[in-house]
């Protein structure tokens, strides 16, 4: 259950560091067994230089601190991080609303296919799987799923 000290709004450059730690830190609890292909000080330049420029990103801070972000590059989740210890918390939940508000015709985006915590909560939030690899299409080289959510039709706008 989400608190009334908990709040999102939209990135700034300033928030790069702790955004990317918040990446490190979610990566490394979720994904242990994922090759890891940059090092953190690339991960912090990648953050600062492309993910905040490429997109909008979005932040939840509890108590001043960050604790889930989403990047929304058009209709594509590009990066959706809750911190560890945060989770199930409504936090992912409360950022998959914002980008389903921005881009209220279609989402989509990618997980790893090992990873069932991200899977679970996709399916729960109405992305359906569409297309699956065999990890050429990431750097990770690791099988990957490309997930899409569309409205219901009984949730869709009629005029």
């Known amino acids: ?17 702790e955004i990317a730690a918040l990446y490190i830190a979610s990566r490394s609890d979720a994904l ?13 330049g990648w953050i600062r230089d492309v993910v905040l420029k490429r997109g909008e990103t979005w932040v939840v801070r ?3 601190i960050i604790v ?21 918390y409504g936090i992912g939940r409360q950022l998959l609303e914002l ?7 279609r989402l ?3 997980t790893f296919q090992r990873n069932a915590r991200a899977r679970v909560f996709y399916e729960a939030q109405g992305f359906r799987i569409v297309d699956t690899s065999d990890g050429s299409r990431n750097e990770e080289n690791e099988p990957d799923i490309r997930y899409e ?10 005029p």
């Open 62 to 64: 509890k108590s001043g």
């Open 68 to 88: 889930g972000f989403l990047t929304l590059v058009g209709d594509e989740v590009d990066q959706l991080y809750v911190l560890p210890g945060h989770y199930r």
């Open 32 to 44: 242990p067994y994922l090759h890891r292909v940059h090092t953190d000080v690339e991960v912090r």
């Open 108 to 110: 989509y985006l990618y």
């Open 149 to 158: 959510w569309t409205p219901s039709p009984s949730r869709a706008f009629s």
């Open 1 to 17: 259950m989400m608190s009334s000290n908990i709040e999102a709004c939209h990135a700034c450059e300033g928030d790069a560091g």
């Open 99 to 105: 980008a389903k508000k921005r881009s209220p015709e």
